[in-house]
């Protein structure tokens, strides 16, 4: 039977488990299997081993596996069990130093045990260089069996003694030791004791935050409030502060909705009671900061959303931290209300008031916030001052989070004046950032990036299947719509030009229902969504609706009136709506623009040509085409290349009839890029004119 487990594949996280329990030892894997389906917690079903229980594998010590290991210290001396048993209360593997302060017992006779013990197979001896002796239990099974065995008054009397050495032996290492003091310490009854758990407990997990280590944080921050509730349960700022610092562990081990549901809320209940505004407004910053990773900006629509920025808003000190991290998510609600002069007004607000007080994480998630909601036409200039000032800034000492927000929004910039080196400097160290610190959050930002490039390079299958990876991370940790809102905010035109429309569109509707967006940059891009589709008369619809309406013109003076008014002009061109064409057009006439636009991921020249070309004004159309091919190459941007030769071939063939050489030479060189790259929508349209000049 145990051969027919092993050969059919017991389930993956009991194998991983069993290998865990058992080291791989032989013996010890058949006795731990035999257990396992004896106890009932894997079996058949259905001709194929499955999980029956889901209790844990951190389990007692399989009966069969008992008697192994009792006959093996059976022959042991008494005094050898005995001081192997303090020594399994230090650890599966101790110092001889810390050894010797906890047990009573002469040099010879601790010396003559160890060696006994060594000889029999039951530990192994290490020596380090500058830290002497150690020893290491042979198997955790062999500590395991001690340890219980061990009588508990004893066992906690012992761990107070390990602790107390520990701290004498390490004193000027204690942090490094910390979990380990911790762990000895939480064992006992003591006030004083417990104090010191917490407090070491604190710090081995501030040490775990450190390297990256988040569900390691998470467990000891969780330890440090069992024991702080046992030690003061009337201290509701420390449990505060505890909390608080369990949040955000949380968010970083990409357990989000858990932070927002559970802790966030526990934690803003005790900064209540205290009472202290200041850590009830921190409890309201770290809901913000697991809602934004949950659903982005869409999150702040909903009444939970508000309610977490109303509390943050109303109990931040002036002048402080606090306040400019209010601000930060009182503009984030804003801009998911499509209040777009009121989110600008709130994060230049935010940006001085952090300047003032020497916050760097707060003006570079202030300043980062204004590069992507900015207005690209008359705040170009300061757009440009608050980049290079961001740049210059540090980036060493900052939370990573930050770190790759601010990579991220200067990606963004830098993409929408086309400048492909810095590009691709700040996107290597994105994912740097992203491979050292493996945050779910910067990971599905740094996946983002990659597919930004992958689309800039040609690549669409790969960028649309990066966007699908996305979204499953996303479902695995709790944050689809997050996930969701990266991509459509991204690589959506990678799914355009490969023929996958209706999956940014599903998208779109998934999410307008879920929060009720209706901003204009949402409607346009649903518009823009449905002329792709073939779906001509509702885009005309929205087209009519929105195109043609004065509220939503360019001089509203932010980014997404900006984005709304370029998807507008996409759309127009696509359904051949010259009316909406020609007004939309309007808008930009008194504007220099930038070479691309960062949330469609197109060529604005290009869109300005193919728009030009609608209304009857061709020679203009004509050298915004060829401005769009200078840019889109120096960019080494590849579809945006053939889509306008495209555009241009067209323009050429219907007006330019003396040109038609020049014409079909674009037209060839864009068919084959289509081909290479698969944008199969793009090669039709194409290959319809090469049908027309045969025929």
């Not at 935010?350 to 980062?368: P, T």
């Not at 067209?650 to 290479?676: C, G, Q, S, T, V």
């Amino acid at each position: 039977m145990l051969q027919n487990v092993v050969e059919q594949e017991i389930p993956w996280s009991w194998a991983e488990a069993v290998h865990r329990q058992t080291e791989g030892n032989p013996l010890f894997v058949q006795e731990t299997l035999r257990y396992l389906v004896e106890e009932g917690h894997i079996g058949k079903q259905d001709g194929q081993w499955k999980t029956i229980s889901q209790t844990t594998i951190a389990m007692a010590i399989p009966e069969g596996l008992k008697d192994v290991i009792g006959k093996r210290l059976s022959r042991l001396s008494p005094g050898c069990n005995t001081l192997l048993s303090m020594a399994a209360v230090v650890g599966r593997d101790f110092s001889l130093v810390v050894l010797q302060k906890v047990v009573q017992v002469t040099e010879e006779e601790l010396y003559t045990a160890l060696e006994e013990a060594t000889s029999a197979g039951v530990l192994e001896a290490r020596s380090q260089v500058g830290k002497g002796s150690s020893f290491w239990f042979a198997h955790a099974f062999f500590r395991q069996t001690l340890y219980q065995e061990l009588f508990a008054p004893r066992r906690i009397r012992t761990h107070q003694q390990v602790g107390r050495a520990l701290e004498e032996v390490h004193a000027q290492r204690l942090e490094e030791h910390a979990a380990e003091l911790a762990a000895h310490f939480s064992q006992s009854t003591e006030a004083s004791d417990l104090a010191k758990a917490v407090k070491y407990r604190e710090i081995a997990a501030k040490r775990a935050l450190s390297v990256y280590a988040y569900s390691e944080a998470v467990r000891l921050y969780e330890e440090c409030l069992k024991a702080q509730e046992v030690l003061d349960p009337d201290d509701k700022a420390k449990q505060c502060d505890l909390l608080l610092a369990l949040g955000d562990a949380l968010i970083r081990a990409g357990e989000v909705g858990r932070c927002v549901d559970e802790v966030a809320p526990k934690a803003f209940a005790f900064a209540e009671a205290v009472p202290d505004p200041k850590r009830a407004s921190l409890s309201g910053i770290l809901a913000c900061r697991g809602l934004a990773n949950i659903g982005q900006t869409p999150a702040f629509r909903t009444p939970e959303g508000k309610s977490w920025v109303e509390r943050c808003d109303r109990y931040a000190p002036p002048d402080s931290v606090e306040r400019v991290w209010a601000d930060f998510w009182l503009a984030v609600m804003n801009m998911a209300q499509a209040k777009m002069s009121e989110t600008i007004k709130i994060h230049k607000r935010g940006v001085d008031l952090a300047r003032r007080i020497g916050d760097r994480e707060g003006f570079l998630r202030h300043g980062g916030q204004l590069l992507l909601v900015g207005s690209p036409l008359e705040d170009g200039e300061e757009r440009k001052e608050l980049a290079e000032e961001m740049m210059r800034i540090p980036r060493t000492a900052l939370d990573q989070m930050t770190v790759t927000t601010v990579l991220a929004r200067l990606t963004t910039f830098f993409l929408q004046i086309g400048q492909r080196k810095q590009i691709e400097e700040l996107m290597a160290e994105e994912q740097t950032v992203a491979e050292r610190t493996r945050q779910v959050n910067i990971r599905l930002t740094n996946m983002r990036s990659q597919a930004l490039l992958a689309a800039i390079d040609g690549r669409l299958e790969e960028a649309v299947d990066i966007a699908h990876r996305m979204m499953a991370v996303g479902t695995e940790y709790g944050m689809l719509d997050n996930a969701r809102v990266l991509v459509v905010n991204g690589p959506q035109t990678a799914f355009i030009e490969i023929g996958l429309t209706h999956e940014m569109l599903q998208i779109l509707e998934e999410m307008t229902k879920r929060y009720g967006i209706t901003g204009p940059a949402w409607l346009a891009r649903e518009a823009l969504f449905k002329a792709h589709l073939g779906r001509q008369e509702e885009a005309a619809e929205i087209l009519n609706r929105q195109g043609l309406s004065e509220a939503e013109a360019v001089r509203d003076h932010n980014d997404s009136s900006f984005f709304a008014n370029l998807m507008m002009l996409e759309t127009a061109t696509i359904i051949g709506h010259r009316e909406a064409a020609a007004r939309v057009l309007e808008r930009f006439s008194t504007y220099t623009l930038p070479p691309f636009d960062h949330m469609s991921l197109t060529c604005i020249y290009r869109l300005l040509g193919a728009t030009k070309a609608l209304v009857g004004r061709t020679e203009e159309a004509r050298a915004d085409y060829k401005e769009a091919l200078r840019v889109s190459t120096e960019m080494r941007f590849r579809p945006e290349v053939a889509l306008t030769r495209l555009g241009l071939a067209e323009l050429l063939l219907e007006h330019y009839p003396k040109e038609k050489k020049e014409a079909l030479e674009h037209l060839d060189f864009a068919i084959k890029e289509f081909r290479e790259m698969k944008m199969q929508p793009s090669l039709e349209r194409a290959l319809r004119h090469k049908d027309i000049l045969k025929a």
